[in-house]
Nanobody
Framework: QIRLMESGGGSVQSGGSLTLSCAAS????????MGWFRQTPGKWREGVAF???????TYADSVKGRFTISRDNDNRTMSLRLNNVKPEDTAMYYC???????????WGQGTQVTVSS
């Protein structure tokens, strides 16, 4: 059974930092590109970043230079470091297995990030 579990969300002030983590199980983790997307009520999900098995990464323009994605293949984990957060970063953040360009086929329950101004 494929399982993705996020942690690390919370409330942070604008300009602050936060680290999200994801633990994966139930599939050949090293064979897949992994990513994060976020969603707010009433809006379609927005891809944030993804990281290939070799560690190379891609970021959405909205977070480039502020967020850093990384993965640990030995421990089947992934992280997203959020720096210099802005109120518009407020969203539910999901860890996901990537199925295509900014497309996903499995994701976790999500972790909420709330940024106050």
């Amino acid at each position: 059974q494929i399982r993705l579990m996020e942690s690390g969300g919370g409330s942070v002030q604008s300009g602050g930092s936060l680290t999200l983590s994801c633990a994966a199980s139930g599939f050949a983790y090293n064979d897949y590109c992994m990513g994060w997307f976020r969603q707010t009520p009433g809006k379609w999900r927005e891809g944030v970043a993804f990281v290939n098995a070799d560690g190379t990464s891609t970021y959405a323009d909205s977070v480039k230079g502020r967020f850093t994605i990384s993965r640990d293949n030995d421990n089947r984990t992934m992280s997203l470091r959020l720096n210099n957060v802005k109120p518009e970063d407020t969203a539910m953040y999901y860890c996901a297995r990537v199925a295509g360009w900014w497309e996903y086929n499995y994701w976790g329950q999500g972790t909420q990030v709330t940024v106050s101004s």
